[in-house]
């Protein structure tokens, strides 16, 4: 043997290695052929003397495209009619951004109309004060 160490690299639960290398290695995973979802990066390595050592890393894969929702939230408890506002973009290729539906529409929250209305009425009483100073 080489003195150097031998790498498999295994997705998910394949007993079939998708990389057989001598370390130290450089490998690119194309995650366009992984379903969407949790998979698992298994990496083992096995020393000129025989010895093996694992590593599993989980990561998750999102290549479709993007979803935002309004109007619900995971584990929500909800009754009647739900209105929901849902958007799905694409992310394009790795060369070019697609800008078009990129960007989720949202409601404002409550908190910003009470500031705006707060201001507007401090800047009325201000502006019927000057108007009425003698």
Same mark, same amino acid.
Not at 43 to 56: F, H, L, Q, T, W
Not at 93 to 102: A, P, T, V
């Given at each position: 043997?080489?003195?150097k ?28 052929k992984?379903?969407?979802g ?6 083992? @390595?096995?020393d000129p &003397? =025989?010895? +093996?050592?694992?590593?599993? *890393? /989980?990561?998750? #894969? ?10 619900i ?8 009619v ?13 060369? @070019?951004?697609?800008? &078009? =539906?990129s +960007?989720?529409?949202?409601? *404002? /929250?409550?908190? #910003?109309w ?9 800047a ?8 009425d100073?003698?």
């Amino acid at each position: 043997m080489s003195g150097k160490s031998k790498v498999l690299i295994f997705v998910d639960d394949d007993v079939q290695p998708v990389a057989e290398a001598l370390a130290p290695t450089n490998f690119d995973l194309d995650t366009r052929k992984l379903a969407d979802g949790s998979h698992s990066l298994k990496i083992v @390595s096995k020393d000129p &003397s =025989g010895k +093996e050592g694992v590593r599993v *890393i /989980p990561f998750t #894969v999102r290549n479709g495209p993007a979803i935002a929702i309004e109007g619900i939230k995971e584990n929500d408890v909800v009754e009647g009619v739900l209105p929901l506002m849902i958007n799905a973009y694409g992310k394009g290729d790795q060369k @070019s951004f697609l800008i &078009s =539906g990129s +960007e989720t529409p949202q409601s *404002i /929250p409550s908190w #910003v109309w009470i500031i705006i209305i707060l201001f507007t009425g401090w800047a009325l009483y201000y502006v019927i004060r000057y108007l009425d100073a003698p």
